[in-house]
């Protein structure tokens, strides 16, 4: 199994995730709205399945462990362990332990996984969102300049201003 999140971590990615549909809903117009509402219907659906299937599951994919977790600890290793500095690799309640605690950071791996695509998506509309809301800025001031109908002198004397400031 992968390395599991820390309590600090996890509450870090859950705080980055909530922070950041959070700024998605403040900034993004309609079409990336859309977007973003679908990645998190998305997200949500697939956190959704995992849970069911781990309720449904759980029980056999503990089975499926723990016997992997025997079958290991049947084989013949190479290496010199004094008896003394093992544990009994045949204890029914330590194995069945290891199993559901391998099962339940398996499923907090996948949930992880869900929040990080979550995370990476959301991070990915927001930086397109704001190039596209530059470039919208951009045309809007290149327009306004060239039907800026005052008098030559007017406009030099405005842009002035603004430089003085």
């Known amino acids: 199994m992968s390395m599991a999140l820390s309590t600090a971590e996890r509450v870090?990615?859950?705080?980055?995730?909530?922070a950041l549909r959070r700024e998605a809903g403040a900034r993004l117009t309609g079409r990336q709205w859309e977007k973003r509402g679908e990645l998190i219907k998305r997200c949500a659906?697939?956190?959704q399945k995992a849970e069911e299937l781990n309720f449904k599951r759980y029980p056999m994919r503990v089975?499926?462990?723990?016997?992997?977790?025997?079958?290991?600890?049947?084989s013949k290793?190479?290496?010199?362990?004094?008896f003394?500095?093992?544990?009994?690799?045949?204890?029914?309640?330590a194995t069945l332990y290891l199993a559901q605690q391998d099962v339940r950071q398996a499923h907090e791996n996948r949930i992880a996984q869900i929040n990080?695509?979550?995370?990476?998506?959301?991070?990915n509309l927001m930086t397109?969102?704001?190039?596209?809301?530059?470039?919208?800025?951009?045309?809007?001031?290149a327009f306004n300049r060239t039907v800026d109908r005052r008098h030559?002198?007017?406009?030099?004397?405005?842009?002035?201003?603004?430089?003085?400031?």
């Open 45 to 47: 659906q697939a956190r």
């Open 12 to 18: 870090k990615q859950t705080f980055n995730l909530i």
């Open 63 to 74: 089975g499926v462990v723990q016997k992997k977790l025997i079958d290991e600890a049947g």
């Open 116 to 123: 990080q695509y979550e995370e990476r998506g959301l991070s």
């Open 152 to 165: 030559v002198q007017d406009r030099h004397q405005s842009q002035s201003r603004k430089r003085s400031r």
């Open 84 to 93: 003394w500095s093992q544990n009994d690799r045949f204890d029914k309640s």
């Open 77 to 82: 290793t190479r290496e010199y362990k004094p």
């Open 128 to 141: 397109e969102a704001k190039r596209e809301n530059q470039l919208q800025g951009k045309a809007e001031r």
